[in-house]
């Protein structure tokens, strides 16, 4: 089996949004920051220290969002992030939940409603600027 997972980049507020994650998602999170790889022997600025080089938040065999801070001394800006979420309509009790908790705080673009395709959608920016995508399949056809 293979796996895609997003790996989403801040600027200092890695470990909060990702805890934010795991009491939304539930899961394991792991966290290794930039102090314990060598800090500022790494280029770091001794303020970033702290900030998290990587983490991973495993919620199940098919679910892992990774993420980390964006130090000062690496060009460039975090970009827009965006993840998607999709599953079976078994599922729309446990996606319906992780919409709530990552509502909270949220601007919602999209309601998480009834689509004209049948599905189920919708889209939220985050308390931490991630756009999140939910889609729940409809209910299978009765045979």
């Known amino acids: 089996m293979i796996n895609l997972n997003p790996y989403v980049n801040w600027r200092g507020q ?3 949004a990702m805890e934010f994650y ?3 998602l539930g899961g394991d999170l792991r966290v290794m920051t930039f102090a314990d790889m060598g800090g500022t022997a790494m280029g770091v600025a001794e303020a970033e220290v702290d900030w998290v080089m ?3 938040l495993s919620v199940s065999d098919s679910v892992l969002l990774m993420g980390a ?3 000062s001394h690496i060009p ?3 970009q827009t992030q965006q993840v998607s979420i999709s599953g079976p309509a078994e599922d729309e009790t446990t996606l319906r939940s992780w919409w709530d908790g990552l509502s909270d705080g949220a601007t919602v673009f999209q309601p998480l409603e009834k689509a004209p395709w049948g599905d189920s959608f919708g889209m939220l920016k985050d308390k931490y600027g991630v756009d999140w995508l939910v889609n729940i399949a409809g209910a299978p056809a009765a045979e």
Do not use: K
Request: glycine share 6%.
């Open 14 to 16: 890695a470990r909060e």
């Open 22 to 24: 795991q009491s939304v």
């Open 54 to 56: 990587h983490a991973a």
């Open 69 to 71: 801070d964006h130090p």
């Open 76 to 78: 460039g800006e975090p």
